[in-house]
């Protein structure tokens, strides 16, 4: 049973540009959700998609959004790129939201120059 | 109010010791305690994982104590193995009727095992 896949697995960008990233869950879970982890604010929660509607959004500028697709698919974009964006991007998976084991992709790394 | 704290921040243990790491938390809404551990490269993958109506819950050589008046909670690892060397968080979530689930996790900030042989 295939993971959860995220690509691109590294990517550098520039101040300013933007950056789409993608998941493509368990297949079956129906609930992603996305979290960035860096050195010093470690692992936060982003937000969260099901049924292709975003159901929990963690404190994050509205330079962050994601969206689900009717596959479970789901993509986060993050535009005008700062400094403090780089960072690993996570996306996880479960069968419904209200219950199961949140299983974790292995990540986007997104540098920012 | 919803931080968790977790330390230490790093572990030296020997092959075959205990390691122990703690977690304390203030919202009491919280309602769903998981343990995940990530090695470099990889993304986080749950351990074990406990919820307030249960004081401790063993899986093979892991066990979490859960002490609900003091709002903290604990991992042991027995028989500590270099397998293990890896970063280990603890989270907790809301309630479902608040969250909708448990996917809206709250982590601690981690901390780096590293076990001899």
């Known amino acids: 049973k295939a993971g959860v896949t995220q690509t691109p697995r590294y990517l550098i960008k520039t101040r300013g540009q933007q950056v789409t990233l993608s998941c493509s869950p368990i297949s079956g879970h129906r609930s992603v959700s996305w979290y960035q982890q860096t050195p010093g604010q470690g692992l936060q929660f982003l937000f969260e998609?099901?049924?292709?509607?975003?159901?929990n959004k963690g404190n994050f500028p509205g330079r962050f959004s994601g969206r689900q697709f009717s596959n479970s698919r789901s993509e986060m974009n993050v535009s005008t790129l700062e400094l403090g964006d780089s960072a690993l991007y996570l996306c996880a998976s479960k069968k419904l939201p209200q219950a199961g084991e949140l299983f974790f992709g292995e990540g986007s790394r997104l540098t920012v120059l | 109010q919803q931080q968790v704290k977790q330390s230490p921040q790093s572990l030296i243990v020997q092959k075959g010791g205990i390691s122990i790491i703690n977690c304390a938390y203030e919202?009491?809404?919280?309602?769903?305690f998981p343990w995940y551990q990530q090695f470099p490269g990889k993304g986080p993958a749950l351990l074990i994982a406990i919820r307030p109506d249960v004081s401790e819950k063993k899986e093979g050589r892991f066990t979490i104590s859960f002490n609900k008046s003091a709002k903290q909670f604990s991992l042991h690892i027995m028989d500590s193995q270099p397998g293990d060397s890896a970063t280990y968080f603890c989270?907790?979530?809301?309630?479902?009727?608040?969250?909708?689930?448990?996917?809206?996790?709250?982590f601690g900030a981690g901390t780096r095992l590293a076990v001899h042989p």
């Open positions: 989270a907790a979530s809301p309630t479902a009727l608040v969250s909708g689930g448990y996917n809206k996790l709250i």
């Open positions: 919202n009491t809404a919280f309602d769903y």
């Open positions: 998609y099901f049924s292709e509607t975003q159901r």
